[in-house]
């Protein structure tokens, strides 16, 4: 039986400077939680050997779970295999089938295998492999008389998987009954404080009530989470009170909602495009690439994109989407007759059902008194309806921020167009003609 | 004297959740720096003293100076001053100067002192008190006989001030004059055990020679970082050591290195076309926008990228780059004829001087055991010499992972091409054509 409280150690010199952050713990955390366990200290130590024995020493001894990440590369700097082990008191041997596995990940890319890469295959005796699909580091179970301690790599694309595929699970199989629920809600196009000041009176008394559910308000990137927890003794009572304040605050926040199901903007637009046999086109200048970019992230993305243009220069806007230069000389590059004209120029240049325009002044340069720096239009050409709406925002931030918000708002307002939801979004300049 | 290592305590439940991170480590890890005081290991902990007095104790054993950030407040659940003195085994003793100030406060904005604020007035025996002009929670200095232990307010409003005023100045008094110095290269197209293994023989003694330099390798996102510090009395030669080091590296890194100031990838990849007056254009297939996307994450990259042209169907390649189709039906869309077509095709439908062509599987579907998914072809053509060179890598993980590590690669290619350093990469498949 696992207790509920556990430790976690990241490893790692780089994660004491000021240019990398530990960002694994909490992923760990969310994880840890969910299955009712609560995290009672966390600490970042460096790639020196006594300083991490100590470390893990006192973890081991008072926590039945620790779970430590990092220093499982190859390279001598990389010591937590070797710490552990010692601290645990076990040999290090060889695994033969992991050395295969190392060095078939190496030859499938026509390489051959570093003799340092062999140091991965080492596992204390007694330990458990943890399969690592994205790269050669395998983690590593270790259950020890008083409880487990859990060696997961460094790079978050690797730890990941392992941490929410088998990890999740052995953990469950040790867990006590207890669980931890949770729900999230994604909200797109209003800012935080504008969400919460519409959520605020009905969840504030959730917290009080018997099982409580604790509500979050968190900013991701340009979309608005609303984490929901509560911890029950029964899955499915605590599933369905969870239901019921979600549904709650879908009624307040309506056609603002983009999923409560954990699906991202780019999953919702993805599936709502399959679902009608609809296809996209984008026309990028300030995104660069990045609207594009995050329709395609999604495995399958070829069903709904076929093509996109980014038309950094003016040059560009005319010679692909046919955008006169007389409308650009007249109303300038960011403009609302601009934008229209790239998203029916993108319709007329592809065989699409709707497109997306993009043109705005990421900055830190090209801003005006007029036009500051933030200032994006935005246009949706739908070819059943033969409708444009185009619409301008402003967005605070330096450049790869305004970037990443217009590529998002541009994914939102996709969303509300295909959903029938108005096109109206917090950061919306009123004064600017809504052509 | 003050030690060289530190380690730093925040202290707070809140900490150990998903939506409250510990910032104040950052800001203190930034003044020791400065001091050429290295962080050892940092730790967050909860609001309960068994776990608390073990993490202090620990830290107090270890190293010479400790921080603590959090857990002064009035309330119970503020245990940090109690903790210390226990530790330290010094009694704590009300400072009547202390009350006035704190109590005063509350007068100023017409208020009593709640009782509970005169907790905040305890002073460990012979402790220093650091005041504290934002709020009524003091810090402490609290020199023994091994070293110093500092205690700081948790909101980094009151915290900060305190750190950069008193805090920087009483450390500066008893530190030595000591620079933290550090150094980044970026490395591309290599493997991290790859660079590993022809660095390692060089970096090796320098941790052994006087002053000594550490070398760190970290592998972010497709790039490799080597990190070189060393600590010095003399800034100046602590700045020629490195500069040294960094040249040494150089020399057999050869062209694989991308930078040794910090630039990323493709901040020098602009850098050299807009030394040259030349300009890029894109055709990405499997990217889907992400290698325009970090092209022109550079501000001003207006100057050197025009247009580029996500074309994610065969229909796209042919339409907008003139690909034939049967070149697409008897190589494959992933194929190093198609990838050639892609560029020379980028480069009619453009103006740019040189072009670079991405098509490639990035999964999860569509791979075949010829080609596999993470198969990536990509293509350079250049306008001036009318060369193209096409070649073929194979990357492990994702989809994400293969199209972030897909766009680097081309990004690097175009790079090596631009610096005339052989288009040579450790993920390059030997066996395919290369063509």
Not at 54 to 81: F, K, Q, S, Y
Not at 131 to 141: E, F, I
Not at 320 to 327: A, E, K, Q, T
Not at 346 to 361: E, P, R, Y
Request: charged letters at 20%; proline letters at 6%; glycine letters at 10%.
């Amino acid at each position: 039986m696992m207790g509920r409280r556990a430790a976690i150690v990241a490893v790692g010199s780089e994660l004491l400077t000021l240019t990398k952050v530990d960002t694994n713990s909490l992923a760990i955390t969310d994880v840890l939680n969910a299955l009712g366990i609560e995290v009672a200290a966390k600490t970042v130590v460096g790639d020196a050997p006594d300083e991490l024995a100590a470390c893990i020493r006192m973890a081991v001894e008072r926590h039945a779970l620790v779970v430590v990440t990092g220093g499982l590369g190859p390279t001598e700097d990389d010591l937590t295999r070797d710490v552990v082990a010692a601290v645990l008191e076990r040999p290090l041997q060889e695994d033969p089938a992991l050395v295969e596995q190392i060095r078939e990940r190496f030859t499938v890319r026509g390489l051959a295998m570093p003799e340092s890469n062999r140091r991965q295959a080492q596992v204390p005796a007694g330990g458990r492999v943890i399969p690592n699909t994205r790269g050669s580091a395998p983690g590593l179970w270790l259950s020890h008389d008083t409880g487990v301690v859990i060696l997961l790599p460094g790079p978050p694309s690797e730890m990941r998987p392992m941490l929410e595929g088998p990890v999740r699970e052995w953990l469950a199989e040790h867990g006590s009954p207890a669980h931890l629920m949770r729900r999230v809600l994604r909200v797109a196009g209003r800012t935080e404080s504008g969400v919460d000041a519409r959520v605020h009176p009905l969840y504030t008394p959730w917290a009080h009530e018997m099982p409580a559910v604790t509500t979050t308000i968190l900013a991701s990137g340009g979309v608005i989470e609303l984490h929901l927890s509560t911890v029950t003794s029964d899955a499915e009572a605590g599933r369905s009170l969870l239901d019921g304040k979600v549904t709650a605050l879908q009624q307040v926040l309506g056609g603002d909602v983009v999923s409560v199901d954990g699906r991202s903007l780019s999953e919702v637009v993805g599936d709502l495009l399959r679902a009608t046999g609809a296809t996209v086109t984008a026309a990028e200048s300030c995104t660069g690439g990045l609207l594009t970019a995050l329709l395609t992230e999604v495995p399958g993305s070829s069903d709904y994109v076929d093509r996109s243009a980014v038309v950094y220069s003016n040059g560009a806007k005319r010679d692909w989407l046919g955008v006169p230069s007389d409308l650009i000389e007249s109303h300038g590059a960011v403009s609302g007759p601009v934008a229209r004209a790239m998203a029916t120029g993108a319709l007329t240049h592809s065989s699409a059902s709707v497109a997306v325009a993009v043109t705005g002044i990421a900055g830190p340069g090209g801003g005006t008194s007029a036009k500051p720096v933030g200032t994006v239009w935005f246009a949706v050409a739908d070819r059943t309806s033969s409708q444009v709406h185009a619409l301008c925002c402003r967005f605070a931030g330096d450049r790869a921020g305004v970037r990443r918000f217009a590529a998002l708002t541009a994914l939102d307002l996709l969303r509300r167009h295909l959903t029938g939801v108005p096109l109206t979004v917090d950061w919306r300049v009123p004064e600017a003609p809504q052509a």
